[in-house]
């Protein structure tokens, strides 16, 4: 079996000042603090949300 595709998505900027759901949004994705990187599977829907905080992630392939 093939092992799944997954992408590294670091917090560059804060969420702080940001509309509500962008903050809900980063922390649906496991970020909090500046610097963080998680690992997340590669797919629409978690692209959906890196496209809703794009201004403030940074990602890794």
């Known amino acids: 079996m093939a092992k799944a595709k997954t992408i590294k998505i670091k ?3 804060s969420s702080i000042t940001r509309l509500p759901n962008q ?3 980063l922390k ?3 970020l ?3 610097n963080q990187v998680v690992e ?3 797919n629409d ?3 959906g949300m890196i496209k809703t905080v794009e201004h403030l992630v940074e990602v890794v392939e």
């Open 11 to 13: 917090l560059v900027k």
């Open 23 to 25: 903050v809900k949004t």
């Open 28 to 30: 649906a994705l496991g």
């Open 32 to 34: 909090s603090k500046i």
């Open 40 to 42: 997340k599977p590669d």
């Open 45 to 47: 829907a978690i692209r």
